[in-house]
């Protein structure tokens, strides 16, 4: 028998911005709070840029060079300088045996070996021409590649200053690259690193921050207070896209000023690629949180994830040279997407009007499995 006096409580309605409000501060004192997250949030993104920045090049420089000089005369040691001067090469040996190079190209000794046979001096004073061989430890691939590369441009110039003229077959070749006139390959490769560490922040801050809730039983007591779903899954999801926009401030700054890569491009392209982009990285980290019971699961699941999305976004090699098969995986990848947009924006200076194909895309990808990543929270939390 109940009382006229006695009226039921009011149902919570289905979404407050005050519980909201409330959430999100919660979950930004936690992360801040946790002496695990500060390293990753304050301390990572400016180590790690540094690291990876400095070390992720392909510009090849010091390359060990063992020398087989048969002619001794002044036109073979002036082609000797050529090579020592430019600062690519290091003479650490002359030797008069050419099996010698062989050798040591096999021990590491040297990464490249030039032979200059006997007559070289005759042949080129003769207008017939010379030649010369350059041996390169292909164990390495990319780096003899550019080796082989810088030593064909040498020998190319000695032999055209050494003519008095810059022409072979009646055609001058006058070459420039754009966007990058240096060929620097931080120009390429920095900010690159920025996308790839932007993504692996707010994945690991979202997927094993909802687990490691899950673990500890916190996430149940959310689940019987007066919270509805919508506000527990923005409150996790805010304070990350929070700390992403920031660590975006914290790669920009240090791309521009502590590399020098120049911004020819808008930050509010940049920004506004970067919001869409951390939103997809969150809808995927929250969709791999669904599926893992521990945070070991999600680790694992994390790795099997960016890996493979780092190798088939084009920082490693062009996506053009991947088989076919692999260029269509590509397609389903965000950061591949994201980084044509940062390279376009850093580099050549355009934004949302050229590269509109790369925004619709990464929205799309953001919205679709922000959707998927929903409908799951909201079953595992039911």
């Not at 005759?122 to 350059?134: E, F, H, I, K, L």
Request: glycine fraction near 8%; charge should be positive; proline fraction near 5%.
């Amino acid at each position: 028998m109940t009382r006229a006096n006695d009226v039921p409580a009011p149902a919570p309605r289905w979404f407050s911005w005050g519980r909201l409000r409330q959430m999100v501060r919660k979950e930004m004192r936690q992360v801040v709070r946790d002496p695990k997250s500060r390293p990753i949030i304050f301390v990572s993104p400016v180590v790690q840029m540094i690291l990876l920045g400095y070390a992720a090049t392909t510009d090849v420089k010091d390359i060990s060079t063992m020398v087989v000089d048969h002619d001794q005369t002044a036109e073979s040691r002036a082609l000797i300088d050529a090579y020592r001067s430019t600062g690519y090469f290091i003479i650490t040996e002359t030797t008069d045996r050419s099996q010698d190079v062989v050798a040591g190209l096999a021990k590491g000794e040297a990464q490249m070996g030039l032979t200059i046979p006997p007559g070289f001096a005759a042949d080129m004073q003769s207008g017939r021409g010379a030649t010369v061989q350059a041996l390169f430890d292909g164990s390495d691939a990319s780096q003899a590649t550019v080796a082989q590369s810088y030593s064909s441009q040498i020998a190319g110039q000695f032999g055209a200053k050494m003519s008095g003229k810059r022409m072979v077959g009646g055609v001058e070749l006058r070459s420039r690259a754009w966007f990058n006139e240096s060929l620097e390959s931080k120009f390429f490769n920095v900010p690159a690193i920025m996308g790839i560490q932007i993504m692996m922040i707010c994945l690991i801050l979202t997927a094993l921050g909802v687990v490691r809730e899950r673990e500890i039983g916190t996430l149940d007591q959310l689940l019987v207070s007066p919270i509805q779903p919508a506000e527990l899954m923005l409150g996790k999801t805010i304070p990350v896209l929070l700390i992403g926009l920031f660590h975006l401030l914290v790669y920009t700054g240090l791309t521009v000023f502590q590399f020098g890569v120049p911004m020819k491009g808008s930050f509010l392209a940049l920004f506004l690629a970067a919001f869409v982009y951390i939103l997809a990285a969150l809808a995927l980290g929250l969709l791999i949180s669904t599926v893992s019971k521990t945070q070991q699961e999600a680790f694992m699941l994390l790795i099997l994830v960016v890996l493979p999305a780092v190798m088939l976004s084009g920082f490693v090699s062009p996506i053009e040279s991947m088989p076919k098969f692999f260029q269509w995986l590509t397609v389903v990848n965000p950061i591949r997407y994201f980084l044509e947009i940062v390279r376009g924006v850093f580099l050549k200076g355009i934004g949302v009007e050229r590269l509109w194909p790369q925004y619709l895309i990464l929205t799309s990808m953001a919205v679709g499995t922000l959707f998927i990543a929903t409908k799951r929270f909201r079953r595992a939390i039911a």
